[in-house]
C-alpha cells in the first residue's frame, strides 16, 4: 500500500502562484509514475501534469498549464511537488496526487488539497 498526502493549497489571488506537496510513504516499489490530477466543480477529473521515471525521466503537462505549472519529484524524500505559477480562476478545483506503476492497476490517490483562485 502507498499512502499519499497533499498539501499547500489554499486561496490566492489570479496571477499569483502556489506550490503543492505531495508526501508518500508506504511501499513506493516499483512506482514509476506520479502525477498531479484536478477536480473543478460539476467537472471530471483531469490530468494536470505527470512525471515518469525509469531510465530517464519525462514530464507531460495538460495543455491548459503549459509554461505556468511545473512538475518535479524528489525521489529520496518520496515528495512530489506541483509549482503553479501566473494562477487563473478556472484552476480553481482539488488538486489529488497519484502515484501508479505504469501499464498495471496498482493506483493509489490521496485525498486532495483544495486551490482556489480568485481576486
Known amino acids: 500500500q502507498v499512502q499519499l498526502v497533499e498539501s499547500g493549497g489554499g486561496l490566492v489571488q489570479p496571477g499569483g502562484s502556489l506550490r503543492l506537496s505531495c508526501a508518500a510513504s508506504?511501499?513506493?516499489?516499483?512506482?514509476?509514475?506520479m502525477a498531479w490530477y484536478r477536480q473543478a466543480p460539476g467537472k471530471e477529473r483531469e490530468l494536470v501534469a505527470s512525471?515518469?521515471?525509469?531510465?530517464?525521466?519525462?514530464?507531460n503537462y495538460a495543455d491548459s498549464v503549459k509554461g505556468r505549472f511545473t512538475i518535479s519529484r524528489d525521489t529520496s524524500k518520496n515528495m512530489l511537488y506541483l509549482q503553479m505559477n501566473s494562477l487563473k480562476p478556472e484552476d480553481t478545483a482539488v488538486y489529488y496526487c497519484?502515484?501508479?506503476?505504469?501499464?498495471?492497476?496498482?493506483?493509489?490517490w490521496g485525498q486532495g488539497t483544495q486551490v482556489t483562485v480568485s481576486s
Open positions: 512525471i515518469i521515471s525509469g531510465g530517464s525521466t519525462s514530464t
Open positions: 497519484n502515484a501508479a506503476i505504469r501499464y498495471t492497476i496498482r493506483s493509489y
Open positions: 508506504g511501499n513506493m516499489f516499483g512506482i514509476n509514475l
